[in-house]
């Protein structure tokens, strides 16, 4: 029986030790916010509506009928996060950001002070 109890507390100590070490790290990994990803957008047009409507649509599944809304959304992803976008050179006026330099300029410094890279890959 003795020998049996000093058996078990010579495991415990290295039990105890080892939860010490991953605790703490666990606890970490878990406060941190998830990781930075890259993002393709796209501005689509609605030709169902009475008159053209765009919509702004990241990774193909989330879409956003203002620059307002899109911004909303961009300002929750993790610092260091990726938004690619290729608009192409086929315009029909009046889209948002692209028919505005100074609105193309002010979403590129919200994206710069969010920490999100803007990526512009301009056509043509």
């Known amino acids: 029986m003795e020998n049996a109890m000093k058996m078990s507390k010579s495991l415990l100590w290295p039990c105890a030790v ?15 916010s998830p990781p930075a990803q890259k993002y393709r957008m796209e501005l689509i047009y609605i030709v169902d509506a009475s008159s053209l409507e765009y919509v702004f649509v ?12 899109l911004k909303k959304y ?9 938004i690619e976008w290729a608009p192409g050179c086929v315009q029909r006026g009046n889209e948002p950001l692209l028919s505005s330099e100074q609105e193309m300029e002010d979403f590129k410094a919200f994206c710069a002070e969010k920490n999100i890279n803007f990526i512009l890959i301009p056509s043509g």
């Open 74 to 82: 961009l300002g929750d992803l993790p610092p260091g996060s990726t």
């Open 58 to 69: 990241i990774s193909g599944t989330i879409g956003f009928k203002s620059v307002a809304s």
């Open 18 to 32: 080892l939860l010490f070490i991953v605790l703490p790290a666990r606890a970490q990994e878990i406060g941190q």
